[in-house]
């Protein structure tokens, strides 16, 4: 499956942005989804994910309350949307796709996700 991510932007303090995943090639509702971000100078963490049916969701603390991870599988793509945008939430967001045989319905470790997007970078100035 490819991946492609959209919707990065300078946004202010406070703003929202909303990111959509495409995804093409594969059979979309095969696949857990994650949102991933790698901030300058820093290792790239887990931000939020989503299991096949949509029915689960799994979100970072930093993150929780503020962003809402969706899919419609119908569209093949998954989105996030960011809400009470902070400066530490600047980073290059990343999605991706998992179709490992786990038995957990979400999964948070890039390790599990062999599939990637190139990533849209997100700037929110204070």
């Known amino acids: 499956v490819q991946l492609q991510a959209s919707g990065g932007g300078l946004v202010q303090a406070g703003g929202s942005l909303r990111l959509p995943c495409a995804a093409s090639g594969g059979t979309f509702n095969r696949y857990r989804m994650g949102w991933f971000r790698q901030a300058p100078g820093k290792e790239r963490e887990f931000v939020a994910a989503?299991?096949?049916?949509?029915?689960?969701?799994r979100y970072a603390n930093s993150v929780k309350g503020r962003f809402t991870i969706s899919r419609d599988n119908a569209k093949n793509t998954v989105y996030l949307q960011m809400n009470s945008l902070n400066p530490e939430d600047t980073a290059v967001y990343y999605c991706?796709?998992?179709?490992?045989?786990?038995?957990?319905?979400?999964?948070?470790?890039?390790?599990?996700?062999?599939?990637w997007g190139q990533g849209t970078l997100v700037t929110v100035s204070s």
């Open positions: 989503i299991s096949r049916s949509g029915a689960t969701t």
């Open positions: 991706a796709a998992s179709d490992l045989p786990l038995i957990v319905a979400v999964s948070t470790q890039d390790a599990e996700y062999a599939y």
